[in-house]
């Protein structure tokens, strides 16, 4: 079993950077695909980006492209998602959840993730 927890949630202004964490327990970290997603209220839960197991591949929701960032670090079992230039529309608590599966490429279909966190709440003002 794989737990994540994510941390770096908060409420800033819109234009303002903001980067999430999300730990994960355990030793097969490195194999994992890694993939953020997010939910606003009264909205389903949709895609942000993902992560390959090597890092060597990622992938990005079309409205945050050039604007976020995931990178990894798998000596502290640690993926980040780096926001910038954040959006009153990028409001919504922000999920991280894990690939087992060894991919080139990681998929954007949440039922593809077997390992989620808990969530942290992102809030942007205008």
């Known amino acids: 079993q794989v737990q994540l927890a994510e941390s770096g949630g908060g409420s800033v202004q819109a234009g303002a950077s903001l980067r999430l964490s999300c730990v994960a327990s355990?030793?097969?970290?490195?194999?994992?695909?890694m993939g953020w997603f997010r939910q606003a209220p009264g909205k389903e839960r949709e895609f942000v980006g993902a992560?390959?197991?090597?890092?060597?591949?990622?992938d990005f929701l079309d409205s945050v492209k050039g604007r976020f960032s995931i990178s990894r670090d798998n000596a502290k079992n640690t993926v980040y998602l780096q926001m910038d230039s954040l959006r009153p529309e990028d409001t919504a608590v922000y999920y991280c959840a894990a690939d087992r599966d060894l991919r080139v490429v990681v998929p954007r279909d949440s039922k593809a993730y077997e390992y989620w966190g808990q969530g942290t709440q992102v809030t942007v003002s205008s």
């Open positions: 992560i390959n197991w090597s890092g060597a591949s990622t």
């Open positions: 355990g030793r097969a970290f490195s194999r994992y695909g």
